[in-house]
């Protein structure tokens, strides 16, 4: 096997300076698709009682999301900020993003709007949609006219 050896200093410095170049440039993308690439996971579940939304929000105060319930569409918006600071003695980079998010919902019949609750507990979202109770188990003797 022939391997054949460039002795020449200048491309082997600008072979190591793309090379340099790409592995930043890579971190880079990530970095940003990271960013701003941002929709919250959504599980969701029903229970006997009740149906359950649950949405990641790592970050995000309570303060900056909005939860609203208009014509059977439950919709959870709100805005993310994040500001990453390094300081070291020889160096300094400050990063910030903003950005919103929307998530909407079409809810089933018979749930119980006016008892809709939400709950946050390390960076997860909770909504509890109560069923409306109905009662499948009560007689009614109907009388003919």
């Not at 909005?66 to 805005?79: A, C, F, P, Q, R």
């Not at 919902?105 to 509890?128: H, M, Q, W, Y």
């Amino acid at each position: 096997m022939l391997v054949r050896r460039f002795s020449n200093p200048t491309y082997n410095r600008s072979r190591s300076l793309d090379l340099f170049n790409d592995f930043f440039n890579s971190l880079e993308k990530d970095e940003t698709k990271e960013i701003f690439d941002f929709s919250p996971s959504v599980n969701t579940r029903e229970g006997k009682e009740a149906y359950h939304i649950d949405i990641d929000l790592p970050g995000i105060k309570k303060e900056d999301v909005d939860i609203s319930v208009e014509k059977n569409v439950l919709t959870i918006s709100g805005k993310r900020e994040i500001s990453n600071e390094v300081k070291e003695e020889d160096y300094y980079k400050i990063e910030s993003s903003y950005g919103s998010f929307s998530r909407s919902f079409t809810l089933p019949e018979k749930i119980d709007v006016e008892n809709i609750r939400a709950a946050s507990d390390n960076g997860v979202l909770e909504i509890i949609i109560p069923k409306l109770s109905v009662v499948t188990d009560s007689t009614k003797k109907i009388e003919i006219q």
